[in-house]
């Protein structure tokens, strides 16, 4: 059974990985803003804190709730020095000159409130969820589905599960009263203070936000760093930093978050790297 309790040591690792970073001195002082996809916000905010430890005349600055959209936006803006997005660049963003750098890999998981039984979850058992047709837990408590918008990343990776998960998420969309959160961090909110609550998340939200929730399996393998390199864990996530015209202070950020001790980091906030 994966548990709370060894995500939360595993976040704390990160913590002291990030609060132990060697320090050199810069010449001048910078600030690296950031912002987009929820999956990434709370990694970028620890890997920031160990940039600053090693660039401690440079800032970083990590904004909430952008969403992937909102950061290519802001960057386009020029608000932005750096945004953060769950896919990849697009031609027209190409053509329009942003520069996509993929930093890690992480798990698409299904997680649920603190006090649910912990699951291995199947193909079928997830379309049923999402159908309606498993409404309660094991020990006939209610189970409450948090969904995202549709259009959202998580949404579109469900319906990528199988047909039927794709059907099922539609006919959840379409059924009155139900919970829907806008944001990662949203998201993660409801599952933490919602009982029976049961949705999607990232491993690299849990790790790096330190969420207190039940994380289930999939047909038989825990969400991990170590099954995502083996590659039996079967749904993910790869994540990105865009850029354009990058001041240096953000070429230096983008450098770190590529060096053997941001490769650490990331690791221990779920992240598989190359």
Not at 238 to 255: C, G
């Amino acid at each position: 059974m994966q548990r709370v309790s060894g995500y939360k040591r595993l976040w704390r690792t990160a913590l002291s990985l990030c609060l132990g970073a060697s320090v050199c001195a810069h010449a001048s002082a910078a600030t690296v803003r950031i912002g987009g996809s929820g999956a990434a916000t709370g990694t970028m905010r620890l890997l920031g804190q160990a940039f600053e430890q090693r660039h401690p005349d440079h800032t970083v600055r990590v904004f909430d709730g952008l969403g992937t959209s909102g950061g290519i936006k802001a960057l386009r803006a020029k608000r932005l020095d750096i945004a953060v997005a769950s896919r990849d660049i697009e031609a027209a963003e190409k053509d329009s000159g942003l520069v996509a750098h993929r930093y890690g890999t992480s798990a698409f998981v299904f997680a649920s409130h603190p006090d649910t039984p912990f699951l291995s979850l199947t193909q079928e058992q997830i379309a049923g969820i999402y159908a309606n047709q498993l409404a309660t837990w094991p020990n006939g408590k209610p189970l409450r589905l948090v969904l995202t918008p549709r259009g959202d990343s998580d949404t579109e990776l469900l319906g990528r599960i199988s047909p039927e998960v794709r059907a099922a998420v539609d006919a959840a969309h379409a059924r009155k009263g139900m919970i829907v959160a806008m944001t990662d961090t949203a998201v993660a909110d409801q599952v933490e203070m919602t009982p029976g609550a049961f949705a999607t998340s990232t491993l690299s939200v849990i790790l790096s936000e330190g969420r207190h929730v039940t994380v289930h399996a999939v047909d038989g393998v825990v969400p991990s760093v170590d099954s995502l390199a083996r590659g039996s864990y079967p749904y993910v996530k790869d994540l990105y930093m865009f850029t354009r015209q990058p001041s240096d202070a953000a070429k230096q950020f983008l450098e770190f978050v590529s060096s053997a001790q941001g490769a650490e980091i990331l690791r221990a906030l779920g992240h598989k790297t190359d």
